[in-house]
């Protein structure tokens, strides 16, 4: 008999996304919860997001437009990279998908750190390719290491820069030396979903490079910085080549109306990026502070998120924040059991996660 599904389905597990909020409370039959698990915007949605979602709803009976030309457009006049560099996806989930749907052959060979962010094995062992994992060294992404793993049969390189869970990140030079001694028939992704939050002038940014490398793929989203997770709207750079090549293979109709126009008008959104910025500025400090004073470790991060090692276990920790109503992250599936990771969230949502971190923790 056939087997049903494809080769290496049957080894994949689901992707374990943070607990949402409406499925808390009605399991616990609680309300006025908070969730700091997904790494999400505290303060919502871009407001000018919210007013041309709401402009566009009447249009809805029409398919998008499938070349973007409107949020494209924005995005090379924001960026000064041209139109024809620029895909667009539902998330950038879906491009990382699309990634090893348009240039990995089953069989061959990629690479990332670990723990990092958990959806490119997915992929690239779903479309049958073969991943090498490279420890990370001191929480941070080994491009020694990575550069040493290269094989002739090696496709793609994944970087998250800066790094989903630990909020490491890679320096400019660093990165520079890296890319150019890289085989130049290997596609190196790097995943910026969290750059806008990196401080570190000194941290890498793909854009600058992305000249110098014609496989170089960058990718963006709007989920975190503007606060349209929900909406699923991510964007990449790569050479004109690349993307044309990636067109070929993406769905028509892959980044949705809604999400163009939200996301068109989100990059005008100075005023809520520049909120966002500061509320998660602010909130780290005002986390790491309050972690220092209860003696606990953690790993100082360039994004809106970051690790910290508990006494008991982050599963154990998760779950018994769970019944506080907090949700955070548990790291076990990143192989990091002695870790939760949090996102930095409002003032008050900051200060009922360290009270309830005190209270299970008996500190
Ligand atoms: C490193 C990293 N890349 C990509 C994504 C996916 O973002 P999107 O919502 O655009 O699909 C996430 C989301 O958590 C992430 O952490």
Redesign the pocket.
């Known amino acids: 008999m056939k087997k049903l599904a494809r080769d290496g389905v049957e080894e994949l597990v689901p992707y374990p996304p943070g607990k949402p909020i409406e499925e808390l409370e009605r399991e616990l039959g609680i309300s006025g919860s908070i969730k700091l698990a ?2 999400e915007n505290p303060l919502g949605t871009s407001p000018m997001a919210v007013q041309a979602i709401m402009e566009k709803v009447h249009t809805l009976h029409r398919y998008p437009d499938g070349s973007g030309y409107y949020l494209k457009t924005k995005l090379s006049e924001t960026y000064g990279v041209p139109f024809d560099q620029i895909i667009l ?6 491009l ?1 998908e699309l990634i090893t749907r348009t240039f990995l052959s089953p069989g061959e060979h990629v690479i990332q750190a670990f723990p ?2 958990l ?1 490119y094995e997915k992929m690239v062992r779903g479309a049958g390719g073969r991943m090498s994992s490279i420890p990370l060294s001191d929480f941070k992404v080994d491009l020694k290491e990575i550069s040493k793993a290269i094989t002739p049969e090696t496709k793609i390189i994944f970087i ?1 820069n800066p ?2 869970p630990t909020g490491s990140a890679i320096l400019k030079e660093d990165m520079r030396g890296f890319l150019n001694e890289i085989p130049d028939d290997i596609v190196v992704v790097l ?1 910026e ?2 750059i806008e939050f990196a401080s570190d002038k000194a941290v890498a940014r793909g854009l600058e490079l992305l000249n110098e490398h014609p496989l170089l793929v960058v ?1 963006r ?4 910085l503007y606060g349209l ?1 929900g909406l ?3 964007y990449g750079f790569g050479s004109s080549n690349l993307v044309d090549y990636m067109n070929r293979v993406r769905q028509p109709f892959n980044a949705n109306a809604l999400a163009q126009a939200a996301a068109t008008a989100a990059l005008d959104d100075l005023a809520f990026v520049n909120r966002t910025q500061r509320v998660v500025r602010e909130g780290l400090s005002y986390l790491y502070q309050s972690l220092e004073d209860m003696g606990l470790e953690y790993i100082r991060s360039q994004t809106n998120f970051f690790l910290i090692k508990v006494p008991m276990g982050g599963e154990r920790v998760y779950e018994l924040m769970l019944k506080e109503g907090v949700i955070v992250r548990s790291m076990v599936s990143y192989d990091l059991p002695d870790y939760i990771r949090i996102n930095a969230g409002l003032r008050e949502e900051n200060e009922r996660f360290v009270e309830t971190l005190k209270k299970v923790l008996n500190l």
Do not use: H, M, P, Q
């Open positions: 997904s790494n996806g539902n998330g950038s989930n879906e990382i990092t962010f959806v998250c790094n989903n995943d979903a969290y990718l989203t709007f989920s975190k997770a699923r709207i991510g």
